[in-house]
């Protein structure tokens, strides 16, 4: 079993609509939890972090973790053709401080 | 936010030579930096951690003979491919964790191994 699990899509969506995103997790101690968005040649930056359980608003993105579950996913409000890149779930596990990765899931928002 | 550069962004290299590639922390200091690397379509793999003024770290199958690391200050880390082959050709990323607990990505080092 991977230790973060992400469907690789593509995930397509109309402008305007919601897109949601979803991503597992092996770790049941894991405490940290990341959603990085990478556009194709480019290096992944940082869209949401969440460490709670519940929602987590920040403009047009909501992040939601649920740790009995072992499932964080990324609502997208208002999809863009801008937002079609590659998500990045990143889960810290152990007392390293390093980020798990999973595939990422790939957006499509149409027009 | 915290701004972490990278030099070069791209690089092209004869097969058995070796490549640097330098990750700075621009605004503030880092003791710990990470080195990644990603091949088209696929997540990003954690080569190894990088530790101001001790050893690197090496994830599992990630030979450090071949990838050399060298953390001499709070704002650098630099990642050498030693004896570089086409199969190294990837997409190298450095990332450090700046102010609340984010983890600040460099813009990449593209290396092509012909």
């Known amino acids: 079993q991977k230790e973060v699990e992400q469907n690789s899509g593509p995930l397509s969506v109309p402008e305007g609509a919601i897109a949601s995103l979803n991503c597992t997790y092996s770790?049941?101690?894991?405490?940290?939890f990341f959603w990085y968005r990478q556009y194709s040649g480019k290096s992944p930056e940082l869209i949401m972090s969440i460490y709670s359980n519940g929602d987590k608003e920040d403009g047009r993105f909501t992040a939601q973790l649920n740790k009995a579950s072992q499932y964080v996913s990324l609502l997208i409000r208002d999809s863009q053709p801008s937002d079609s890149a590659t998500y990045l779930c990143?889960?810290?596990?152990?007392?390293?401080?390093?980020?798990?990765f999973g595939t990422g899931t790939r957006l499509q928002v149409t027009l | 936010g915290a701004v972490v550069s990278q030099h070069p962004s791209r690089v092209i290299c004869k097969s058995g030579t070796s490549v640097k590639i330098e990750c700075r922390s621009l605004d503030f200091q880092a003791t710990t930096m990470f080195w990644y690397r990603q091949f088209p379509k696929q997540s990003l793999m954690l080569m190894a951690t990088?530790?101001?003024?001790?050893?690197?770290?090496?994830e599992q199958g990630v030979e450090k003979d071949k990838f050399l690391i060298n953390h001499a200050s709070l704002t650098l880390s630099t990642l050498t491919v030693t004896s570089a082959h086409p199969e190294d050709s990837s997409f190298y990323i450095c990332?450090?964790?700046?102010?609340?607990?984010?983890?600040?990505f460099g813009p990449g080092t593209r290396l092509l191994v012909l």
């Open positions: 990332s450090a964790w700046g102010d609340q607990e984010t983890q600040y």
């Open positions: 990088s530790n101001e003024g001790s050893k690197a770290t090496y």
């Open positions: 770790d049941r101690g894991s405490q940290s």
């Open positions: 990143a889960v810290i596990t152990g007392t390293a401080s390093k980020l798990t």
